[in-house]
């Protein structure tokens, strides 16, 4: 297991700010991804490492995700003959 920080976050101007240590590898003007969750965390990487991010997740779902289907989508069966999008006169 990684080693846990303690950080206060501190007013910036018009918001607020949580200062990072400098060996989580971060610099200054890094774009950073971060994203809530319902419990009250968050996730956050850089921008650069979004795919790196997403490939990780791979076989990360429970064997039963998903074993009932999707739920509440429902889809008409389409006509793959006829264009979907239709053009403006």
């Known amino acids: 297991m990684s080693?846990?920080?303690v950080a206060k976050v501190f007013k910036s101007g018009n918001s607020v700010a949580l200062r990072l240590p400098k060996g989580w590898g971060f610099a200054e003007g890094d774009e950073v991804v971060v994203v809530p969750h319902?419990?009250?965390t968050f996730s956050f990487w850089k921008?650069?490492?979004?795919l790196?991010?997403?490939?990780?997740?791979?076989?990360?779902?429970s064997?039963?995700?998903?074993k009932d289907g999707r739920g509440d989508i429902?889809?008409?069966?389409?006509d793959?003959?006829?264009?979907?999008?239709?053009?403006?006169a």
């Open 38 to 40: 319902e419990d009250g």
């Open 3 to 5: 080693e846990e920080f």
């Open 63 to 66: 064997p039963g995700f998903m």
């Open 74 to 78: 429902e889809q008409d069966d389409r």
């Open 52 to 61: 790196q991010v997403l490939l990780s997740l791979y076989g990360s779902m």
């Open 47 to 50: 921008q650069e490492d979004a």
């Open 80 to 88: 793959w003959d006829k264009p979907s999008v239709s053009t403006a």
